[in-house]
């Protein structure tokens, strides 16, 4: 859980302490806002010590919140999000008895509502960075994504044996195990080559408890379901079935392709590419939220006026950007 920005709570109380009474009357920065014998301490003492202590950070963070709540409203995915969040939150911390609010209190935050609404900003960031990456996607990107990664659905069926293994199997029973099932499954593809239906075999023998009652029919879409079965439905042509078994991290699969779909047209599936790919670059790319969120606050003409606050500021922005370029490499 990140904690409060501390330097601008401080400055907070800057203003308090210069103030007369319960108003601030900072005009020069020499103003005193604490004093012992043989010190005093100005206001421009702490700004200058502040800045030094996470200053430029919180500065950031600052401009951030602004930029993002004026580009993305507070809608009810929003919410939902936060909410989801929050709730998670509440219950890790009672998992292990400990006190949630307590945990807020001790971060910095008045309550839920202050907590929450961070979470919301950390949606809204989020989101403004897919936005971004949307943004700068090219059309050739887009082409080549569904090229290469687009297919039509494809009707099958298959039969699942899966090895009966358990945790405190010793590697030997565990090995034997996997000998059975395989064995198991080439003897059903013996039954097939025999004349017997596949549905009535997967019916009988299936460990897919969601496809068996079915005759193990299913759709096979692309990216659903894990490579070996992707690969070991595409080899067969249609009404062919495997004649070794798929093994997969679940068993071993035996095959029957029906047939397959078209591949759906660019314009239909557009949208749902576009997100794969932002979601790829994303998981890719840990600087695209530096680069989405630089890129709104130079929408919003940002000048930091601090030669201090500036540098530091720039230090972490390169910080931020060289750090996936080493973590390639």
Known sequence: MKKKKIFA??????????GCGNEATLKNGEEVVAKMDGKSITAEDLYDELKKQGGAVTLTNMIDAFVVNKEIKTDD?????????????KKSYQSYGQDFNAALTAAGYSGEDEFKDELILEYKKNLATENYVKDELSD??????YDDNIYGDI??????????????????????????????AEDIIKKLDKGEKFADLAKKYSDDEGTASKGGKLTVTYGAVVDEFWDGVTELKDGEYSKEPVKSEYGYHIIYRIKQKAKPELKDVRDDVIDKLVQEKMNEDSTLQTKALMALRKKYNLEISDDGLKKSYDNSINNALSANQNSSN
């Open 77 to 89: 995915d929003a919410e939902s999000y936060a909410d989801s969040q929050l709730s998670s939150y």
């Open 155 to 184: 009707e099958a069926r298959h039969i699942l044996i899966s090895p009966n293994t358990k945790d405190d199997m010793s590697d030997d029973e565990k090995e034997e195990a996997e000998k059975k099932a395989k064995k198991e």
């Open 140 to 145: 050739d990107e887009i082409q080549k994504y």
């Open 9 to 18: 709570l401080v400055l907070v109380t800057v203003l308090a302490l210069t």
